[in-house]
Structure formats: C-alpha cells, structure tokens
C-alpha cells in the first residue's frame, strides 16, 4: 500500500507541472561580470572574495573575476518514504541571481583544462571557501581553474545587506554591491541549488558566449565539485541525486552526511503539513554519499569530524544525540571509484594564520587575529602543524588520473575506534588512518578541538566559539621527552623523511609538499645538533632528488609536453 501511494503522489505532482515550465540542468543562464573598481573612499562598496589564500599571494599568476548568475531552477522533493536518488519535481522554474568568483591563471596556456566548482560554506551565516583555503596553492600549481559559487539564501542575505559581520557590530562594507537598480541577489529556496549549479557546470563546459572562462583557455575536459562540512552535506546530496554526464568527480569533505533535498517542514514534525506539503528527510544509511557512480567519489574525514559533529563539538554524551562519524554510524565502505578516508590528528578548521578579526582598537590596541581568538595553541588543516591539506592536495592529483587515465586510487586504514571511541597512543595521538608525518614522528599532542579565550569580547564570542570548537588544538611536548625520543637533529629529520616518502609511495602525498615537511624538519631544532655533514637524513639526500626527477618526468608525459 505504501509503495501504491508513493506512486500516485508522485504521478499527482508531475501532472500539475505544465508542460514545458520544468527548468533543467541544462538550461541556459545569464552571466555579468561585476566591475572590480577599486575602492575610493573607505565606505564605497568591494567584492566579499571568500578565502584566507589571496589570488595574489600564489606563487603562479592568477586573475579573480566575479560574475552575476541568473536563471532559474526546479526544487525537487523525496518520494515518501524517501529513496535516495529517487527525485520528484516540487516547484518549477524558480528565478535566481547568485554569484561566482572564477580564479584563473593569467597565462591561458597555464590551464590544463581541470575546473574545480567549491560550493562555498555557508554555517558562519556568510560565504567561506574551506575547500579553495586547504589547496589554493595545488590548484594554482597545476594550472587548474577555480570557481566559487554562492549556493545558500543565507549567504545571499549577508551580501545584500553589505557584508555585515559579528551579528552587525563590524560595519557593512560591500552595501551595494550585490543589490543594485538592475539586478540584486536572490534565492528564495536552497534546495535551487542543486540544479543551479548543474546549470553553472553545465555553461562552464560550452561554448556558450557566457561562458565567464573566456574562449582562448580551450575546452574545459574535467570538472569537479567539492564542499566541505555543510557544503559536503550538499556535496552527498548533490552527487546521489543529481549526478550527470557533465560532471567527473566530486569530493566530499569533513561531512557525514546528506543535507535535505529543499528546506520545507520535516514530515516528522508534528505541525507539518500532510505530504506532499511537507517534506522527507533521508535517515540512517541512505544518507551517505552514493557509492556506485561512473566517476569518481571521494569522502575525507578529519579527526574533529570523527567524535563530534559540526557545529557543536561539546563531548555530549546524551545518546540521542550522536555526535559525528562515530556516533552517527556513518563510516562507509571503498567501493570501484568510491574512496572512504580517516585523517588522525586534522582539524576540520582550515586556517588560522594572518587573519585580522578586528583592526587595532581600544580593547586590542595591535588589532585581535584569529590565531589569538581560541585558548590553545592551534592546529589547523591547513595551517598545520598537522597539514591535512597535503593528504587532500594528494587526493585532489589522484582524482585527476583516475578521471583522465583511469588509473584507482589508493585505499587506506581507517583510525582505530573500540567500543565508540578512538583509540590513542601514550602521547594521546590517534591511532590507525592515513597518518602524516606529524603523527608518526610526533612532537605534541594533537586534539581535534579547541576552547574560546576568555578575552574574546561577547559580540564575537558566537562565531569564534564555534570556530574554536572545530580547530584543533595542540601541546607540545617538553624537552625531556623530545630528548628521549630525538636524541640527534638528524635522527629527527630522517624519521620524518622517511614518513613523508612512504606517503608519496603510496600517492597520499605530492612531491612538493614531501619537500615541505623535510624542509620544515630540518629548519627545526628539535634534536641535538652534529657536524653539518652529518646534518640531512639519508632519505633526502638519495630519495628525493630522483623522486622530483621522476614527478616532473611524469607530469610532463600526463600533459603532453614531451620528455625533455
């Protein structure tokens, strides 16, 4: 009886739909460029550009543009009891105008025809770009073009309003900029934002004159989405759901689960309207991330995200309210193109450093940075020390090779968990995963959150709070137990050789970022120090010259540019 009505519920709503009103994936949008007029006065209105990692700062040369997106998309709905995968049509044709930030090298001939789309994080009530901050300086070394896109009605309303942050208390600084005489942002519904973006995937690989990667870059060959923490819940849903051929790959990151097809009522709330009036969320398995799509699929889980759920990270207990990976049960299994990973010692937090919360004032008189605002030592994802960005920098490369030759990548050890809890080491540190070189030739304890300072004055303290709970936390180990563990400087520099090239050998770390961490190493002073001939690891004097060799041999080979 149940399986008859859903089938007549769902031939009612498709019937209701006139014909020819349902937007599509591949329906055409309109796209302006918006003027990046440097600003005059300090109240003229700039660009809200999300990210830590400026275009600027890269090493390669890059060009930010952003551009007005309109069009209109379909809000779909679950059959009910909801299927994953299983889609209806709920309300058609629903104007949009959003926004995209498109990051491009400067040299057409730089771009390597591989396009990541982030769906920028939306939980501090503004655009975030998580995934753009941990691998900035991968995409711009391969040559790859990065595309950011508002996907959220709770972003929208920050940029209307002109940028507003700390819940009102810091000035507008973008008043006008996204709500203009001729055209203003707009999403009525989030759940447009599934097939929004498939219509932004879908101009970005045309021909199309609004195509905002102008026509002398070629072709784009691969596109790719990422999200991460709420975005990698729309990421979930996103790739189950709505997967097409335009799309080759997506990557998942820190989230466990889907996020809901449109944001109507939950059935299962007591005032809800009857259905199809309100609307069924996914539960237990079904809401995990597909497994057995054509392309690649990757999901990266940090240690914040393993015990505790974003945004709270409280150590609750209560067991109705599972907290994370763990307690939500939604550890998945590897399967074809399908990659499940677990990284000890990261933090779901991706930055730290440089960043200016407050310019110098009354209570903070050399200004209040990020890195001041938690009560730890910090240890971000990609301000390290634990650099989880490098695995994901890895991850990113062997998505590229799977979709362009095929080749699978690696499977790896998942943290060791007895009876719901991670099982750590003497010093703390979890166990088991794909382990960095920070927890393998440890000099701190790592933990996965990270506590307020009570010097943050109360009207940051709800953001910052939040941010504190999903950054990692540090402490360092003292000069005995460094000595006993590292008696010589080289000793120190050879284990972490050797654990960044066992990581490169099984391609959950590049070449470059191998050379980063022995570099940092040996910069340390951790260890006594001997003669200088004795001063580097045997591992990066024979294994990592031949090593780059053989990177770029490859590389040149993978891009066609011949051997020499």
Not at 497 to 502: E, F, N, W, Y
């Amino acid at each position: 009886m149940a399986s008859l009505r859903r089938v007549l519920v769902t031939t009612m709503l498709v019937l209701l739909i006139p014909v020819g009103a349902l937007a599509g994936p591949t329906d055409p949008v309109s796209v302006t460029l918006i003027p990046q007029i440097p600003p005059v006065l300090v109240t003229d209105p700039v660009i809200f550009s999300p990210g830590i990692r400026l275009v600027a700062d890269l090493e390669q040369a890059y060009v930010e543009e952003e551009f007005f997106v309109e069009g209109a998309s379909t809000v779909y709905t679950y059959n009910d009891p909801p299927v994953p995968g299983e889609i209806i049509p709920f309300d058609v044709d629903v104007p949009y105008v959003t926004r995209i930030i498109v990051r491009r090298p400067v040299d057409p001939a730089k771009f390597k025809g591989t396009v990541i789309i982030e769906w920028w994080n939306s939980t501090a009530g503004f655009d975030t770009a998580p995934v753009w901050d941990a691998s900035a300086e991968f995409y711009a070394r391969e040559g790859w073009i990065y595309v950011g896109v508002t996907n959220s009605n709770t972003s929208i309303t920050h940029l209307v309003n002109g940028c507003s942050l700390a819940l009102g208390f810091l000035p507008v600084t973008c008043e006008g900029r996204y709500a203009t005489p001729t055209i203003t942002l707009s999403m009525p519904e989030n759940g447009q934002a599934y097939e929004m973006v498939s219509q932004i995937a879908n101009l970005l690989k045309s021909a199309s004159p609004e195509n905002p990667i102008p026509p002398v870059y070629g072709s784009v060959e691969r596109l790719f989405h990422a999200g991460q923490s709420q975005q990698g819940g729309s990421m979930v849903t996103y790739a189950t759901a709505f997967h097409s051929v335009v799309n080759d790959g997506y990557f998942v990151q820190a989230a466990s689960s889907a996020r809901p097809i449109n944001f109507g009522t939950p059935c299962s709330d007591p005032l809800a309207l009857p259905y199809p009036d309100c609307t069924p969320r996914l539960a237990g398995d079904d809401r995990r991330v597909a497994t057995d799509l054509p392309v690649p699929v990757y999901r990266a889980m940090t240690e914040t995200d393993m015990g505790c759920g974003p945004p709270f990270c409280d150590g609750s207990t209560d067991a109705l309210q599972p907290r994370g990976v763990i307690g939500g049960a939604s550890r998945q299994t590897d399967f074809a193109d399908f990659r499940y990973y677990e990284m000890p010692g990261t933090a779901h937090s991706t930055v730290h450093k440089d960043v200016e919360v407050l310019a110098p004032n009354v209570l903070f008189p050399d200004g209040l940075f990020l890195e001041d605002t938690c009560a730890n030592p910090f240890n971000t994802l990609a301000d390290g020390p634990v650099f989880g960005s490098h695995l994901y920098n890895a991850m990113w490369k062997n998505m590229e090779f799977q979709s362009r030759f095929g080749v699978p990548p690696p499977h790896a050890d998942l943290i060791d968990v007895l009876d719901g809890a991670i099982v750590r080491d003497e010093f703390g540190n979890a166990l088991g995963g794909i382990r960095v070189s920070m927890l393998e030739v440890p000099i701190a304890t790592y933990s996965p959150s990270n506590v307020i300072s009570p010097a943050i004055p109360g009207f940051l303290a709800p953001l910052l709070d939040i941010f504190c709970r999903l950054s990692g936390s540090r402490a360092d180990f003292g000069p005995a137990t460094l000595a006993e563990l590292y008696p010589t400087h080289p000793h120190y520099v050879g284990k972490v050789s050797h654990s960044a090239l066992v990581l490169f050998l099984q391609r959950f770390m590049l070449v470059e970022d191998v050379a980063q961490v022995i570099h940092d190493a040996q910069a340390s002073d951790i260890g006594e120090p001997v003669p200088a001939a004795c001063g580097i690891g045997f591992e990066l004097v024979f294994l990592l010259p031949p090593l780059i060799w053989l990177h770029k041999r490859r590389r040149r080979f993978a891009y066609g540019e011949g051997a020499a």
